[in-house]
């Protein structure tokens, strides 16, 4: 049973535009909740994180939206740019401890 | 400063023969996670060792374990390999038992 989902598989996205990634979750218990990004052949890197006491989260060009009512949380990327295109994880826990991971949305910046 | 190192990078098997993986932490992190990334799917949760004892266990068989070590390296063994076991296995450390966890580049294990 899939508790996080990222629903679009890709998404393309011109330079200098947002991006906005979306990622879904069943749990209601989840109140930790973070971003990977993935290039080919590397480990995941950490990107940011967002508690459930938060509805927002803000570092550099990277904010996290966390709609706990909705059970849906977002990552939007201003301005893209051609280094962000890479496979992107969303993942939730209880209390930061078990990951569960979504399914990644590759992401393409096109010049 | 290292980040998380694992070894090997590439690995070949056959079914029913057994694999060990290992794991090097971030200098001063006591906590290691596995995971199992097959291809196209999320990273899947397998075990959490904090402090050198188990802490969490996903859905995996018996035939997985692992171990941490005091220096707070790592250890996957995985018994009587399937050919389903064909994956990406990353490893995970953080500071905490709770917290963000930053990844090493993993171990492709292909099992033929």
């Known amino acids: 049973d899939q508790q996080v989902k990222q629903n679009s598989p890709s998404l393309s996205v011109q330079e200098g535009r947002i991006s906005i990634l979306n990622c879904d979750y069943t749990?209601?218990?989840?109140?930790?909740f973070l971003w990977y990004k993935k290039y080919p052949a590397e480990g995941p890197t950490f990107l940011i994180s967002?508690?459930?006491?938060?509805d927002k989260n803000e570092d550099g060009r990277f904010t996290v939206f966390l709609n706990k009512s909705a059970k849906h949380l977002s990552l939007h990327i201003v301005p893209s740019q051609p280094g962000d295109s890479a496979v992107y994880f969303c993942a939730a826990s209880v209390t930061g401890n078990q990951f569960y991971f979504g399914t990644g949305t590759s992401l393409t910046v096109i010049p | 400063d290292a980040g998380v190192t694992q070894s090997p990078t590439h690995l070949i098997k056959t079914r029913g023969q057994h694999v060990t993986l290992r794991c090097s932490p971030i200098s001063g992190h006591k906590s290691v996670s596995w995971y199992q990334q097959v291809l196209g799917q999320g990273p899947q949760f397998i075990f959490q060792?904090?402090?050198?004892?188990?802490?969490g266990r996903g859905n995996f068989p018996d035939r997985f374990s692992a171990r941490q070590f005091p220096n707070y390296s790592s250890e996957l063994n995985v018994n009587a390999l399937l050919l389903g076991d064909s994956a990406l296995y990353l490893c995970a450390s953080s500071f905490a038992r709770y917290g963000e966890q930053f990844f090493g580049p993993g171990t492709r294990l292909t099992v033929l």
């Open positions: 749990n209601s218990m989840f109140d930790y």
């Open positions: 967002i508690s459930s006491i938060k």
């Open positions: 060792y904090y402090e050198k004892e188990e802490r």
